[in-house]
């Protein structure tokens, strides 16, 4: 707070100027002393003759504020007249703090904004006065007061933070709650609030705010923009596109509304205004992330590669700055993220921003050399700029010109098909414990430590593979260990093989295969590494992975692989996948995390030791390793290009995506932008490049680097194409990255109704089954916190969720699952690897879940179904056994529908399906036609297979066998 009494002014004896000038010395020495009660009597004297007098009304207040008589300290100072201008400067800045400090947010904004008329470059008014706007929801409003800061060389870590990441929201539900409860009717703590309901899925309870808000202050920019946000969630485009017709030039000034227009003119396939709209957008804000990813993607398309290519690196690098911002403790940023913050924002031109971190870094014993010149480089670069810190994308002014303004005139509703399964049908049950299986994951937990260590949240894979050759789907779980830093692990722990007894039950038969898997692992891949007829074994470790060969005679022999080192890489997710298509299988290990105390820091927060955040460390780089074909790998990690920083890997799919003759590999990354690794020659040593940004898959529909976890791949929207859904971490949405034309994605979370229901979920497994075979594949998703964070209002173990697609990507939960089913509303877990078979053979896929601090779960889909459905096994000669990235297009052949299927590799989060294919075809009558288009480039052709089959197909041309009704 500010100190009111201003020192004493001389005056003349034995007037009456002098005996106020003695009082008020007097009560000074009072408040000095700590005598607030006789300071505050001394003033109230001079008041009652001289009730102007500016000295003696800040006395008077100072001294109520002591006394915590905050109603009378803000009387007094509202008494000081603008006639002494330095006092009045002095009274209208303390009243400001104690409506800040005490909830009055509205007035305190109004006094602190009168403050800077008197003195524009004030810095503790500036520092307040942006910090009630970022509270309040206003990063556009807060720009150009942190941007005085920053000119002014005032601005500290916390306000460089707020600049480098203007989107990330601050965390002050409780204080803008206060706030209300004091003054019910202030308006930019109700739009703090509901931004915050927003972000927190509560879309209904925000939009109520926010239409209270639009009625007493019609026309607000930033008002208008959350109102949209609310609507754009909850897919409404035709209200939004008369909110858009119903907007003032005033309103439209704010960069966030251009982008929701643009995102509307998406919607209704009007690329080139879409695009016109995110350039006037970052014609505004030329940091604005999501604009910059949209319109990139979108010039991509229109043939602007150049600016296109532009845009999506700016969109990256701002992904990367929000990232690193995010890891700074204000209090005390590390050095060398303040390095790397200074470099990006250099490299965006932000000169000023750039100096001021590189400021902060030398405050903390950064490198003196990097000191020296960066900041003379940067000092160079700032006296040039001639003082304006303000930035602008050069060219964008004339070049929106060349795209038409959005036309939101109605056009004709897009007919969805919904499938026509009712809910009620559907029935889930966990079987595991009645069949045999009773393996629980353990985690390595300490008991006599709160809090969880990053190697106790990750959890266990699971593998459904037929190992014996019977037809009937086993089971594989992975295991954890005591683990020790700088010592073997124990040997109590290890990984546990079930076969499946005609489906019927299942038996542990670890012991008598030959596995000892005893080290800490998390995923784990089933598949044919040589090509023998019998499926292998591939595991993830903290510590080196271990192949195991299926012998063909119910046992398996470890085999060294000497491309993997002895080391302490952390694998979550692995694949055994033919990459290069030569035939033979190669391995790939996503890898997370490395660096000291990895596996023993546990991070302090306000309610107690939890789980660090993973950029506390340094990211793994991934591996592959290709196959020889003699048995033998060859480690070719940094020729392949995989030495990509900032990887944090959890996820992994391997498939044709970009390219149908191509096994591209997607990795989900943890607080980081995911990879795309697109091979650059179809065949040979692999050497890939990552196009995540320019192909749409790197970031959300926001533009935002999120906490990815597991995938899912199918094709969703039924246009042909392989998609991609992913599971994100608590208070971010998950993402569909539909696929379209050209090898480009769009996340269509919101559009298919996916946003909301993610948000108040932290998902990891997640598998696409088509759960009533109506010929949609529906979505599965494993939930569960890392750590307890129940003081954030998170729930630690949350509810499986089920979203059936009710046709074309658009997507409705289940939530009338009965008690007892597996997605009842009271079943919780903390779900993680998560894989899909037929155990039984039913016709009906079932999946199987590793839990943390419970058994695993083998979940039997008992739905009545209503469609038929047809089961492909495929069978390389040419291409690799295992057929990893095979296609199949099935045509029905009395309408000629088509479906499109895909054999995919990675399956996502640490685990491993059934390498079936598992198709629902609806309720259409007849025959079907298969073609198969394997990844060495031929075709298999099969007509007139029925429905309710069993079809093995083999590279060669010829069908194994006639077409089998399963039991």
């Known amino acids: 707070m500010w100190r009111t009494a201003p020192p004493s002014a001389p005056g003349a004896a034995n007037t009456p100027t002098a005996t106020t000038a003695k009082l008020l010395s007097t009560a000074r020495v009072r408040l000095a002393a700590r005598r607030w009660d006789d300071a505050r009597r001394i003033a109230e004297q001079i008041l009652q003759r001289e009730p102007d007098d500016p000295a003696a009304l800040l006395i008077a207040g100072e001294a109520a504020t002591r006394l915590e008589q905050f109603s009378d300290a803000l009387k007094y100072y509202a008494g000081v007249s603008p006639a002494h201008p330095e006092q009045y400067l002095l009274a209208i800045r303390t009243a400001a703090e104690i409506h800040r400090v005490h909830g009055s947010l509205d007035e305190a904004e109004k006094l602190f904004r009168t403050a800077l008329q008197l003195t524009p470059d004030d810095p503790p008014t500036l520092t307040h006065l942006a910090t009630l706007l970022m509270l309040t929801a206003r990063p556009g409003a807060a720009r150009p007061v942190l941007l005085r800061l920053l000119e002014i060389g005032a601005a500290g870590p916390q306000q460089l933070q707020w600049l480098a990441d203007s989107e ?354 998390g995923g784990v891949a089933a598949g044919d590494f040589n090509n023998d007829g019998f499926p292998d074994l591939y595991v993830a470790n903290i510590g080196p992975n271990r192949l195991f060969e299926n012998r063909g005679d119910g046992t398996f022999a470890e085999v060294t692989v000497p491309a993997l080192p002895d080391s302490d890489q952390w694998t979550t997710s692995c694949a055994i996948a033919d990459l290069n298509l030569d035939g033979i299988p190669d391995l790939f290990d996503v890898n997370y995390l490395e660096g000291n105390g990895l596996h023993e820091l546990i991070y302090q927060t306000s309610a107690g030791p939890r789980v660090c955040m993973p950029l506390a460390f340094a990211a793994a780089k991934d591996r592959l390793c290709l196959g020889v074909g003699d048995g033998t790998f060859r480690d070719l990690t940094e020729t392949a290009g995989l030495g990509l920083p900032d990887g944090n890997g959890l996820g992994l799919l391997i498939g044709p ?162 008690a007892g089913d597996y997605f009842a509303a009271n079943s919780v877990h903390r779900g993680r690897g998560l894989a899909t078979l037929d155990w039984n053979r039913d016709g009906r896929q079932d999946f199987v879940v590793s839990h943390l601090d419970e058994p695993s779960s083998l979940v039997t889909n008992r739905s009545e179904s209503t469609g038929r459905f047809i089961n492909i096994q495929l069978v390389g000669t040419v291409s690799s056994r295992d057929g990893i990235g095979a296609q199949v297009q099935m045509t029905h052949e009395q309408t000629g529908r088509a479906q499109t299927v895909w054999l995919t590799g990675g399956d996502g989060y640490q685990a491993s399906n059934s390498r079936t294919l598992h198709v629902g075809l609806g309720k259409e009558a007849g025959l079907i036609t298969l073609e198969v288009r394997w990844p060495a480039g031929g075709t298999t052709n099969v007509r007139g297979v029925e429905r309710d089959t069993f079809v093995r197909l083999v590279e060669s041309g010829r069908q194994d066998g006639a077409p089998v009704a399963l039991p």
């Not at 542990?508 to 898997?517: C, F, I, S, Y």
């Not at 979370?749 to 075979?773: E, H, Y």
């Not at 173990?797 to 089920?802: A, D, E, I, V």
């Open 168 to 521: 990330r929201p601050a965390k002050a539900a409780g204080y803008l709650e206060r706030s209300l409860e004091i003054s019910p009717d202030q308006v930019f703590p109700r739009l703090g609030l509901a931004n915050l309901l927003r972000l927190r899925g509560e879309t209904a309870a925000a939009e109520a705010l926010l239409s209270a808000l639009r009625q007493r202050m019609p026309q607000r920019p930033e008002i208008e923009g959350t109102y949209a946000r609310c609507l754009l969630e909850q897919e409404r485009f035709s209200d939004l596109a008369t909110w858009w017709s119903e907007l003032s030039d005033h309103a439209r000034n704010g960069a966030d509304n251009w982008s929701i227009a643009g995102v509307v003119c998406e919607s209704r396939q009007q690329p080139r205004e879409a695009c016109r709209c995110y350039l006037e957008c970052l014609q505004r804000n030329p940091d604005h992330r999501e604009a910059s990813h949209r319109a990139g993607r979108l010039l991509l398309g229109l043939e602007q590669a150049e600016l296109a290519q532009s845009l999506l690196q700016r969109a990256e690098t701002l992904a990367e700055i929000a990232r690193l911002a995010g890891t700074i403790e204000p209090s005390a940023p590390q050095p060398e993220v303040c390095q790397s913050l200074s470099g990006l924002l250099e490299e965006l031109g932000r000169n000023w921003e750039a100096l001021a971190w590189a400021d902060q870094a030398a405050r903390r014993g950064a490198d003196p050399e990097w000191i020296r010149s960066t900041a003379g480089r940067l000092s160079s670069k700032v006296r040039q700029e001639s003082g304006n810190v303000r930035e602008s994308l050069p060219g964008l002014g004339q070049f929106k010109f060349d795209f038409p303004l959005p036309d939101f005139t109605p056009t004709v509703p897009v007919d969805v098909p919904i499938a026509t399964a009712s809910p009620q049908k559907l029935s889930f049950v966990d079987e595991a414990a009645a069949v045999g299986i009773d393996f629980t994951y353990f985690e390595d937990p300490d008991p006599a430590t709160e809090g969880r260590r990053m190697r106790e949240f990750t959890g266990g894979g699971v593998a459904a593979f037929d190992y014996d050759g019977d037809g009937w789907v086993d089971l594989y779980f992975t295991q954890g260990a005591e683990l020790t830093p700088g010592r073997p692990p124990t040997t109590v722990y290890r990984d546990q093989l079930y076969r499946n007894l005609g489906g019927e039950r299942f038996e542990n038969v670890t012991a008598r295969t030959g596995v000892v898997e005893d080290r800490f692992s």
């Open 657 to 818: 995506l970009t390219d149908a003759s191509r096994a591209d590999v997607f990795v989900a990354n943890d607080m980081t932008a995911n990879f795309l690794l697109r091979p650059r020659e179809r065949t040979g040593a692999p050497r890939y490049e990552d196009v995540a940004a320019s192909a749409g898959v790197a970031f959300s529909h926001e533009g935002k680097s999120q906490a990815c976890m597991g995938v899912a791949a199918a094709d969703f929207d039924g246009n042909g194409r392989l998609d991609l859904f992913v599971t994100n971490y608590f208070n971010e949405p998950n993402a569909l990255y539909l696929a379209q034309s050209g090898g480009l994605f769009e996340d269509q979370c919101p559009r298919a109704g996916l946003r909301q229901p993610s948000l108040p979920m932290l998902g990891f497994g997640t598998q696409a089954i088509d759960v009533d075979l109506d010929g949609w594949p529906d979505l599965v998703v494993a939930n569960g916190d890392l750590d307890d964070f129940s003081h954030e209002s998170r729930e630690f173990r949350m509810r499986p969720q089920l979203f059936r697609n009710r046709g074309a990507a658009r997507f409705a939960e289940w939530l009338t699952a009965p």
